[in-house]
């Protein structure tokens, strides 16, 4: 606990010697998410215990951590999925300067922005055409003759159109994990989010596919963030430029990939990195 | 030199007691339905003609010495009424009774099932309706009979009724169709609620556009098993609904009675103190019923099987 207010006033105390002026460019320009202590309760179980992190827009940020740690829940509360498993949370989500839990924010109008890749490949059980075409038909942002391209360009974004071009009305079954993986992320991307969450998007993956896949990683960060829960840390060490690092619901330390990786502040930090548990 | 094998040790396998005592019954349950078959085949299937599936009905009556298991019944003359000629309008009865009743227990039933399942959060409500639901599969059919004459029929006025029919039968398909729509909305992956509701899809789009379509084989399954339920029942419409004979064959409007096939052979085979005279003409009526009911069974095994096919990957 000592440690943890040390944090918060350290983080403080850095924060007013950039000075208010700079602060607020920052904010403005290159923050896109940010939690200011953010609690989360599953009924009388304590998740995420004060969260205060800011995430940086056009930038992969991953979040690691052992079994349990509350990282998928954290990324799950930025675009309210938490709100689907009944979860009670105080403190504050700032999306682009707003809070998100705002009372009447617009879930639908959040998630459109959100973009969100699941651990399992979960694409629905219809062509991988209306796969990809799903978000933009809810949210009627194309017309036909617009869908086609809306389509093609998501699976260009994925790295899949190549494999798919000709079969674009065979069932999405009939791929491969990795491109039923790839194919979820084209689904994401028609709806032209800002951010994308992953929650463990290879761990069900092979290495080749997963390699593909953070290939694919390293190429949206130039349009958009991304947000990757991961429990390899190797992976988190090739595709991030930040990492948080979380253990029993607590942001322990949070800083650019390397000096998680290098220079650790905390102890457990580095235990966790070098592999003394997990 | 000779070509060394390596021999692998043979497994006897031996047939245990346990397996005996245990493949008994399913052996039983085969020859029980084969008998049931067998015997209404070998005693109905010479009746069936064309002339049989799509002619009506006409009687002629018959007088003359009992026999038969009614040899000590005193009365020197008794009447038959002998059926002769085809049964459409009894097969016209019971498929205008089951797509009535269906019509009426799909959309309540399906309704109701996404509401269990989608919207309403386990608690004591929803363990309440669903002790409602299965005591309502639980009614014997007499009861349900019982019911429709004296609601349906009497109280609403619909008299002995097509209309009242359609009600208690797609009363008593309710539970059957809501149960099987629950069971295919469970058996859907969370996953894909979860990928419409983080694409920005409201709750509605996401049961619309995802759950529904993706839960259809096995909510037809469901509704095809109902048919089957209620298309062979009798004690539901004894009362209310059917009638063994009326001039106009078909019913002209929703408050005249039906000729059904379930009730024409319970008529049949018990009304008449000449039991078993006109045997083949029963078994005859109760080939078609079993069919009708059997075609209805295999239809919803083939969905089922086919869209099991399809859920390869998830």
Wanted: glycine share 8%.
């Amino acid at each position: 606990m000592v440690t943890v207010l040390n944090k918060f006033m350290m983080s403080n105390n850095r924060e007013n010697k950039i000075g208010k002026e700079k602060e607020k460019k920052r904010t403005s320009r290159d923050v896109k998410i940010e939690t200011k202590n953010l609690n989360l309760w599953f009924s009388k179980n304590h998740v995420l215990k004060n969260i205060n992190l800011k995430i940086s827009d056009k930038k992969v940020t991953a979040i690691i951590g052992p079994s349990g740690c509350g990282k998928t829940t954290l990324i799950r509360s930025f675009n309210r999925m938490v709100d689907l498993d009944g979860a009670r949370v105080e403190g504050e989500v700032l999306l682009d300067g707003e809070n998100i839990y705002n009372y009447g924010t617009n879930v639908v109008a959040l998630r459109e922005k959100i973009g969100m890749v699941f651990q399992k490949p979960n694409p629905f059980p219809m062509s991988i055409y209306d796969n990809v075409a799903y978000g933009p038909r809810i949210h009627r942002v194309s017309d036909d003759t617009n869908l086609d391209k809306v389509v093609e360009e998501s699976l260009r974004h994925a790295a899949l159109w190549g494999e798919v071009e000709d079969r674009l009305n065979a069932n999405a079954y009939e791929l491969s994990g990795g491109q039923q993986q790839r194919l979820c992320i084209a689904r994401a991307l028609a709806i032209n989010p800002d951010v994308l969450l992953m929650d463990e998007p290879c761990s069900a993956l092979d290495p080749i596919a997963t390699a593909k896949i953070e290939d694919l990683i390293w190429e949206l960060k130039e349009k958009i963030a991304v947000i990757i829960v991961t429990h390899n840390m190797q992976q988190a060490a090739r595709v991030s430029q930040f990492t948080a690092f979380m253990y029993l619901g607590e942001l322990i330390e949070y800083d650019k990939t390397k000096k998680i990786f290098e220079t650790p502040k905390e102890e457990r930090t580095k235990d966790y990195v070098t592999g003394k548990f997990g | 030199m000779m070509e060394s094998k390596t021999e692998l040790p043979t497994v006897r396998k031996r047939v245990g007691l346990g397996e005996i005592i245990f493949s008994i019954p399913t052996l039983l349950i085969l020859a029980a339905f084969f008998l049931i078959l067998g015997v209404i085949v070998y005693y109905g299937a010479p009746v069936i003609s064309w002339n049989f599936l799509t002619g009506t009905p006409g009687f002629t009556m018959l007088y003359g010495e009992p026999f038969g298991p009614n040899f000590l019944y005193s009365e020197p003359f008794n009447l038959q009424i002998l059926p002769y000629g085809g049964i459409l309008p009894m097969i016209f009865g019971t498929l205008a009774l089951v797509s009535g009743a269906i019509g009426i227990a799909v959309p309540l039933g399906v309704l109701s099932a996404v509401y269990l399942n989608e919207y309403l959060k386990e608690g004591l409500f929803k363990s309440f309706i669903n002790q409602v639901i299965g005591n309502l599969a639980g009614v014997p059919s007499i009861v349900f009979g019982i019911f429709a004459f004296t609601f349906f029929s009497k109280q609403l006025d619909f008299g002995v009724s097509l209309l009242s029919g359609w009600f208690v039968l797609g009363f008593m398909a309710l539970p059957i169709i809501i149960k099987s729509t629950e069971e295919a909305l469970k058996a859907i992956p969370r996953g894909f609620r979860e990928a419409s509701l983080a694409l920005g899809a409201t709750k509605w789009e996401t049961i619309t556009s995802v759950v529904l379509p993706v839960a259809t084989p096995g909510i037809s399954t469901g509704i095809i098993l109902g048919i089957g339920r209620i298309a062979g029942e009798t004690a539901a419409i004894l009362f209310a609904a059917s009638i063994f004979y009326q001039s106009s064959l078909y019913p002209t409007n929703v408050f005249q009675p039906v000729m059904a096939l379930t009730y024409h052979l319970y008529y049949e085979a018990t009304s008449s103190p000449f039991a078993g005279i006109n045997r083949p003409y029963e078994f005859g009526t109760a080939l078609v019923l079993l069919g009708i009911v059997l075609l209805f069974s295999i239809i919803a095994i083939y969905i089922r099987t086919k869209s099991q096919k399809k859920r390869k990957g998830w």
